[in-house]
T-cell receptor
């Protein structure tokens, strides 16, 4: 049973607009969440994280929001740029530091 | 500035061959992981290690084996490759403190013919 879910396989956004990528989780014990960006045939790179004691974390154009009651988090990218086109994974570690990943959302930013 | 290295990047081999995918990190991390990922799918944990001489199987059943003789080195071996092993293999590491993130290598894209 998947503990981290990304229900949108793909998203297309115009350059300069906001991209919103969503992620849901089922394990209420998760207290730390991460977003990774991945290009084809490369390894994922860390983008931004959030601890469950916060509901928002911002880093430049990237903001992650956490809604614990809904077990939902989202990544906002604004303004979106063509270089942001990639697959985005959300992830969460369990207490044993094993990380669970969603299936990813492929973002295409159209120039 | 990659601190975790995987070789080879790409590998095409025939069925039945034995292969070893190399992974090394220079960050002194205790925890190392192997993930398998196919397009449109989540990253599946196949092996992990919390330190030297410690290895465990992950959630996804795998016919591969791993070893951890040195902190910095975590190779993965397939004794007899099959077409079903075609996938991207990602090595990662993390530190000891809480709320640590995973650092990934560039991955090995394996194709078994």
């Amino acid at each position: 049973d998947q503990q981290v879910k990304q229900n949108s396989p793909s998203l297309s956004v115009q350059e300069g607009r906001i991209s919103i990528l969503n992620c849901d989780y089922t394990n209420s014990m998760f207290d730390y969440f991460l977003w990774y960006k991945k290009y084809p045939a490369e390894g994922p790179t860390f983008l931004i994280s959030i601890s469950s004691i916060k509901d928002k974390n911002e880093d430049g154009r990237f903001t992650v929001f956490l809604n614990k009651s809904a077990k939902h988090l989202s990544l906002h990218i604004v303004p979106s740029q063509p270089g942001d086109s990639a697959v985005y994974f959300c992830a969460a570690p369990n207490t044993g530091n094993q990380f669970y990943f969603g299936t990813g959302t492929s973002l295409t930013v159209i120039p | 500035e990659a601190d975790i290295y995987q070789t080879p990047r790409y590998l095409v081999i025939g069925t039945g061959k034995k292969i070893t995918l190399e992974c090394s990190q220079t960050m002194g991390h205790d925890k190392m992981y192997w993930y398998q990922q196919d397009p449109g799918m989540e990253l599946h944990l196949i092996h992990y290690s919390y330190g030297v001489n410690s290895t465990e199987k992950g959630d996804l059943s795998s016919e591969s084996t791993v070893s951890r003789i040195r902190t910095e080195h975590f190779p993965l071996t397939l004794e007899s490759a099959r077409p079903s092993h075609t996938s991207q293999y990602l090595c990662a590491s993390s530190g000891r403190a809480g709320n640590e993130k995973l650092f990934f290598g560039s991955g090995t894209q394996l194709s078994v013919l």
